[in-house]
């Protein structure tokens, strides 16, 4: 009895044994390349039947919301190899049925390749056992060089933190922290400064946290570094504070600028003026006396004239002329007192726009000197004019008395006299 049911068994696991005999494996749970090679990922499979249907390679999802993604899959029935969308030209299959190899061989690998593969076979016939195997390549890359950023406001008594990040590495880089201080030598981190995954926190900084700090990005493949400066300020030294003063400084002088270029246009004109008022005097005395001289000479001309005919004139004619210059001496010394009005309002006129210069006249000694030196000259030639006209008053006199003088008797008969 007890040989029946051993015999039986035995059948029961040979038959078992028969029926889940597939089995897929992969030698290594990871394997290690450089970026760029040309790989072969193996893979080996058993089963009873030897019935093969098809050998899949395909890329295991990343997130449990991602779906598979097939790389290649080898039929038996025509031998053939589909290749998917992805592995076009660069994936391909090295299958061999009796000796139980199914390899996938891919090129030039990179990054996107960093990720967990699956060989599956599938047998007829053999519905349980091990159908999968799956291993994890690690594409190789060197640290790109980090980036180094500060992250709060580098103050007195505030908590700040330095970051250091490369953008590519793989195995995925290990970041370090060091630190000099602003004479450039090695320092020991503070107690309370932690580093971890490139992040170094430092807190309630002071001035004594200044200084150079240098990050170091590392994996088997190479490393890459980054440093940054820190400059730890006190709170009222921002930087925002500071470019408000500058710039208030730099209005303010520009403010001054204008002032003063300002003030010297308006002195310049002021002294424009005044030096064009001082001119218009100059001229206006200048015709006055040519007008005058030139009428004494006319005057001294004509008494010559008169004095060189009167031996040859008769008394009468000499009594007729003298009325006439006396007329001509009456006409002339009106226009000269109209003249002399007319410049009496001009001088008035003068005095006016004086008095208003002189309120905006600037105290200058130079210039009140010069002006009074201008007025003095012109009051010693109005004092000469006055001499000139009283010379003329007597001219006239002189003619009154020849006037009331008892005619010459002559040969010639007496001519009718005027007044009667």
Same mark, same amino acid.
């Not at 990343?62 to 779906?67: C, S, W």
């Given at each position: 009895?007890?040989?029946? +049911?051993?015999?039986?068994?035995?059948?029961?696991?040979?038959?078992?044994?028969?029926?889940?005999?597939?089995?897929?494996?992969?030698?290594?749970?990871?394997?290690?390349?450089?970026?760029?090679?040309?790989?072969?990922?193996?893979? @080996?499979?058993?089963?009873?039947?030897?019935?093969?249907?098809? +050998?899949?390679?395909?890329?295991?999802?990343?997130?449990?919301?991602?779906?598979?993604?097939?790389?290649?899959?080898?039929?038996?029935?025509?031998?053939?190899?589909?290749?998917?969308?992805?592995?076009?030209?660069?994936?391909?299959?090295?299958?061999? +049925?009796?000796?139980?190899?199914?390899?996938?061989?891919? &090129?030039?690998?990179?990054?996107?390749?960093?990720?967990?593969?699956?060989?599956?076979?599938?047998?007829?016939?053999?519905?349980?056992?091990?159908?999968?195997?799956?291993?994890?390549?690690?594409?190789?890359?060197?640290? %790109?060089?980090?980036?180094?950023?500060?992250?709060?406001?580098?103050?007195?008594?505030?908590?700040?933190?330095?970051?250091?990040?490369?953008?590519?590495?793989?195995?995925?880089?290990?970041?370090?922290?060091?630190? $000099?201080?602003?004479?450039?030598?090695?320092?020991?981190?503070?107690?309370?400064?932690?580093?971890?995954?490139?992040?170094?926190?430092?807190? &309630?900084?002071?001035?004594?946290?200044?200084?150079?700090?240098?990050? @170091?990005?590392?994996?088997?493949?190479?490393?890459?570094?980054?440093?940054?400066?820190?400059?730890?300020?006190?709170?009222?030294?921002?930087?925002?504070?500071?470019?408000?003063?500058?710039?208030?400084?730099?209005?303010?002088?520009?403010?001054?600028?204008?002032?003063?270029?300002?003030?010297?246009?308006?002195?310049?004109?002021?002294?424009?003026?005044?030096?064009?008022?001082?001119?218009?005097?100059?001229?206006?005395?200048?015709?006055?006396?040519?007008?005058?001289?030139? %009428?004494?000479?006319?005057?001294?001309?004509?008494?010559? *004239?008169? %004095?060189? &005919?009167?031996?040859?004139?008769?008394?009468?004619?000499? *009594?007729?002329? *003298?009325?006439?210059?006396?007329?001509?001496?009456?006409?002339?010394?009106?226009?000269?007192?109209? $003249?002399?009005?007319?410049?009496?309002?001009?001088?008035?006129?003068?005095?006016? !726009?004086?008095?208003?210069?002189?309120?905006?006249?600037?105290?200058?000694?130079?210039? !009140?000197?010069?002006?009074?030196?201008?007025?003095?000259?012109?009051?010693?030639?109005?004092?000469?004019?006055?001499? /000139?006209?009283? !010379?003329?008053?007597?001219?006239?006199?002189?003619?009154? /008395?020849? $006037?009331?003088?008892?005619?010459?008797?002559?040969?010639?008969?007496?001519?009718?006299?005027?007044?009667?």
């Amino acid at each position: 009895m007890e040989g029946r +049911i051993s015999a039986l068994t035995l059948t029961l696991c040979l038959v078992w044994s028969s029926v889940g005999a597939i089995t897929v494996t992969i030698p290594q749970a990871s394997y290690e390349f450089k970026r760029g090679d040309n790989i072969t990922l193996p893979c @080996t499979f058993k089963t009873v039947t030897g019935k093969i249907i098809t +050998i899949k390679w395909s890329l295991r999802p990343v997130q449990a919301e991602d779906t598979e993604t097939e790389i290649a899959i080898y039929y038996s029935a025509d031998e053939s190899v589909e290749t998917g969308q992805d592995y076009a030209g660069r994936a391909s299959m090295d299958v061999d +049925i009796p000796t139980g190899r199914a390899n996938l061989k891919l &090129n030039s690998i990179s990054l996107a390749d960093n990720r967990v593969f699956d060989c599956h076979v599938q047998a007829k016939g053999d519905m349980t056992g091990k159908p999968d195997a799956t291993t994890r390549l690690v594409v190789l890359v060197p640290p %790109s060089p980090p980036m180094c950023k500060i992250q709060g406001t580098a103050e007195y008594g505030e908590n700040i933190n330095l970051t250091c990040v490369s953008q590519e590495g793989s195995p995925p880089p290990t970041y370090k922290w060091d630190s $000099r201080d602003v004479q450039n030598n090695p320092r020991v981190p503070d107690p309370k400064t932690t580093d971890k995954d490139g992040i170094l926190s430092l807190y &309630n900084i002071s001035k004594d946290a200044s200084g150079f700090y240098i990050c @170091t990005s590392s994996n088997k493949m190479g490393r890459a570094n980054c440093n940054i400066t820190l400059s730890v300020m006190p709170p009222s030294m921002k930087v925002g504070a500071t470019v408000a003063i500058i710039a208030g400084v730099a209005a303010a002088l520009l403010a001054l600028a204008l002032i003063i270029y300002c003030c010297c246009c308006r002195k310049k004109k002021n002294k424009e003026e005044e030096y064009a008022m001082g001119a218009r005097e100059d001229e206006f005395h200048d015709q006055e006396l040519a007008k005058n001289s030139e %009428s004494r000479q006319a005057d001294g001309q004509e008494n010559i *004239h008169s %004095s060189e &005919n009167s031996t040859v004139k008769s008394a009468a004619d000499r *009594h007729d002329e *003298h009325e006439e210059q006396s007329e001509r001496g009456y006409d002339r010394r009106r226009d000269d007192d109209d $003249r002399l009005r007319v410049y009496d309002d001009r001088r008035s006129d003068y005095d006016d !726009r004086r008095s208003d210069y002189s309120d905006r006249r600037s105290p200058s000694g130079n210039r !009140r000197s010069d002006y009074d030196d201008r007025r003095s000259d012109y009051s010693d030639r109005r004092d000469k004019y006055s001499d /000139r006209h009283e !010379r003329y008053d007597d001219d006239r006199r002189y003619d009154d /008395r020849d $006037r009331d003088r008892p005619p010459v008797p002559t040969s010639k008969p007496p001519r009718r006299n005027y007044d009667d």
